[in-house]
């Protein structure tokens, strides 16, 4: 379980940030942040609590960028270092990736590295973001290959910044993913709670429907694909473990 935010807004950077600091019931081993600058995408991120993070960066996250998204990690899969510390970058620099979830996805890592792809640290999370630029590199279009991730095992929430000044978000089943409006600024978040801190008492709240794309940019909040219903979660692997352990 992490926290993962996005903004579009005076002050993206810190912004965004300053979401996850709403959120930390999700994660503070881990914190970073990617903002568009000159169609350039930075990344600062680091091993540590969000608050620490926000402290130590202060005057680089008051950079003048209007678009950042933003992790704070909970880790399940990798240790806490900086490697398996989110954002994550594409090789070409042309996106930057948070994540929170699992994903069965891992079992593409070598074929990914076989094509060039330069994985860092241990978390499915870093080949998800890889994964997506080989299928656009294939498929010519990153919305195709957003689209195609539920094929290849990916589940979660994602939010994707691209150095072309667009958010792109996407959640599987029962991810959480809140996206909202605020006066001149749009933004996302892992909990409703968390975007309070940053934007007041949002306003045209609504999570996505499973695999349905929102993109966000300067035109604002956009449905790109229509996504699929909302199934209820399964218990039955929950009521095997109960029934195991606290047998009646």
Same mark, same amino acid.
């Given at each position: 379980?992490?926290?993962?935010?996005?903004?579009?807004?005076? =002050? #993206? /950077?810190?912004?965004?940030?300053?979401?996850?600091?709403?959120? $930390?019931? !999700?994660?503070?081993?881990? +914190?970073?942040? &990617?903002?568009?600058?000159?169609?350039?995408?930075?990344?600062? =991120? #680091? /091993?540590?609590?969000?608050?620490?993070?926000?402290?130590?960066? $202060?005057? !680089?996250?008051?950079?003048? +960028?209007?678009? &950042?998204?933003?992790?704070?990690?909970?880790?399940?899969?990798? =240790?806490?270092?900086?490697?398996?510390?989110?954002?994550?970058?594409?090789?070409?620099?042309?996106?930057?990736?948070?994540?929170?979830?699992?994903?069965?996805?891992?079992?593409?890592?070598?074929?990914? =590295?076989?094509?060039?792809?330069?994985?860092?640290?241990?978390?499915?999370?870093?080949?998800?973001?890889?994964?997506?630029?080989?299928?656009?590199?294939?498929?010519?279009?990153?919305?195709?290959?957003?689209?195609?991730?539920?094929?290849?095992?990916?589940?979660?929430?994602?939010?994707?910044?691209?150095?072309?000044?667009?958010?792109?978000?996407?959640?599987?089943?029962?991810?959480?993913?809140?996206?909202?409006?605020?006066?001149?600024?749009?933004?996302?978040?892992?909990?409703?709670?968390?975007?309070?801190?940053?934007?007041?008492?949002?306003?045209?709240?609504?999570?996505?429907?499973?695999?349905?794309?929102?993109?966000?940019?300067?035109?604002?909040?956009?449905?790109?694909?229509?996504?699929?219903?909302?199934?209820?979660?399964?218990?039955?692997?929950?009521?095997?473990?109960?029934?195991?352990?606290?047998?009646?």
């Amino acid at each position: 379980m992490c926290g993962i935010s996005g903004y579009y807004g005076y =002050k #993206a /950077p810190l912004k965004a940030v300053m979401i996850t600091l709403g959120q $930390l019931e !999700r994660g503070t081993l881990g +914190s970073g942040v &990617a903002y568009t600058c000159n169609s350039k995408i930075k990344i600062l =991120k #680091a /091993p540590t609590h969000p608050a620490n993070f926000i402290t130590r960066n $202060l005057r !680089r996250l008051r950079a003048n +960028s209007r678009m &950042a998204i933003a992790h704070n990690r909970l880790p399940s899969i990798g =240790k806490v270092a900086y490697e398996n510390t989110h954002p994550f970058l594409a090789c070409d620099g042309s996106f930057a990736l948070v994540h929170n979830g699992h994903a069965l996805i891992t079992n593409y890592r070598k074929q990914l =590295k076989q094509h060039g792809h330069k994985i860092m640290g241990e978390t499915d999370s870093e080949v998800i973001c890889h994964l997506i630029e080989e299928l656009r590199d294939q498929l010519g279009d990153l919305v195709t290959a957003l689209e195609m991730l539920e094929s290849y095992g990916f589940s979660g929430a994602i939010a994707l910044l691209t150095r072309k000044h667009e958010i792109y978000a996407l959640r599987s089943h029962h991810y959480p993913l809140v996206i909202a409006e605020a006066e001149n600024a749009y933004a996302l978040a892992s909990t409703k709670l968390a975007l309070k801190l940053a934007i007041g008492e949002p306003k045209n709240t609504f999570q996505p429907k499973p695999y349905q794309i929102i993109r966000i940019n300067h035109k604002g909040i956009k449905t790109i694909t229509e996504g699929k219903p909302e199934t209820p979660k399964n218990h039955n692997n929950l009521n095997k473990w109960l029934n195991y352990y606290y047998p009646l």
